[in-house]
């Protein structure tokens, strides 16, 4: 069962989950921060059920589940959004982490939940892994992460705190406000989008070259920070074709011929050693297409495509870190992250990249 709530409209509440039990952990001193320096118009409460949950059983799951099972659900159900500081144990989130939002999941709590992130961490680098983990049992029910990045426990965490809470309030309020500027595109994306059966998805051909140019070059002025690509590479870089060996191109088109979305996906060049990697490239759906399944659809043709190319075995790709719904999109693919660099590309501003892969086998 699902416990819905009617929430107050005016503060943003956050409940706080430390996946650490420890008494005195770092982890949950970020939570403590957190409650302390709350800006104002945002309440955080803190989760204090998590050592007294039982093991997720679904034979426990029934019309009348334990009582910290309840709670637990009713508690993340009365919220706006949810703060997880997630210790890194094994290279994994916490068991008892875990198991918390095994008991979410059947009961739909965090579906689609606003999520912030992050781990308090000893050095540069590490508490990675366990985000990585949460991040992936996060995109099972569709969550809208936020942040994602380690604090330094050797840093003043309250300035880190203090900006994760706005980002998360922000995020909390764009979607509460009908007027603001994502709930418009959202709106606007709804009305305007087609009938997925007026969209075709078709190989590129080389008299396609001038249209695709002036198509990506439409994409980069509207979303610089998304598209790691700049104009000048769009005039210089090759266009592939169904002609290319090793790579080709796909346009999602509309009834009318025009043109809704494009990906291109090619071998890897240049190692020996790695000609068992594919890379899908330059995948782009306009912003008034967003949201219908081109991009889904394209995504799938580019892999389709790969496992034509003799010893091709699993395909590679790299997503700005807050473009949430194309990494989601990934996820839900197959796709997980091997790597995330910070100050990948600029727009002008310095902008976070992951990278993420599948095995064609999945």
Known sequence: MRYGVVMDPSPVRIVAICGSLQARSSNRALIEAAVRGAPDGVVVT???????????????????????????????????????????????????????????????????????????????????????????????????????????????????????????????????????????????????????????????????????????????????????????????????????ADAATFVARDASGAWCGVVSVERERGRAKRQHIAWIVRMYVAAQHAGNGIGRRLLQAAIAHARTLPGVEKVNLTVAAHNTSAIQLYASEGFREFARETDAFRSPTPQTELSLSRLLSW
């Open 46 to 244: 803190p989760y204090v059920g998590l050592a007294e949950l039982p093991h997720f059983s679904p034979d426990l799951d029934s019309e009348t589940p334990p009582a910290g099972v309840v709670a637990l659900r009713r508690q993340v159900a009365a919220h706006d959004a949810v703060f997880i500081t997630c210790p890194e144990y094994g290279h994994s989130l916490p068991g008892a982490l875990k198991n918390a939002i095994d008991w979410l999941i059947p009961s739909g709590e965090l579906e689609q939940k606003i999520v912030a992130i992050t781990a308090a961490t000893s050095a540069p680098g590490r508490g990675r892994l366990g985000l990585r983990a949460l991040r992936d049992t996060l995109y099972a029910v569709r969550a809208d992460i936020v942040w994602g990045e380690p604090i330094l426990r050797s840093d003043p965490h309250e300035a880190q705190v203090a900006a994760l809470l706005q980002a998360l309030s922000k995020r909390v309020q764009a979607q509460r406000d009908p007027s603001s500027v994502l709930a418009s595109r959202l709106a606007s994306q709804s009305a305007s989008r087609p009938a997925a059966v007026d969209v075709q998805i078709g190989l590129a051909s080389a008299e396609d070259a001038a249209t695709y140019s002036a198509f990506l070059l439409r994409g980069i002025a509207d979303h610089p920070d998304a598209l790691r690509i700049a104009e000048a590479d769009v005039r210089t870089a090759p266009f592939a074709t169904a002609a290319t």
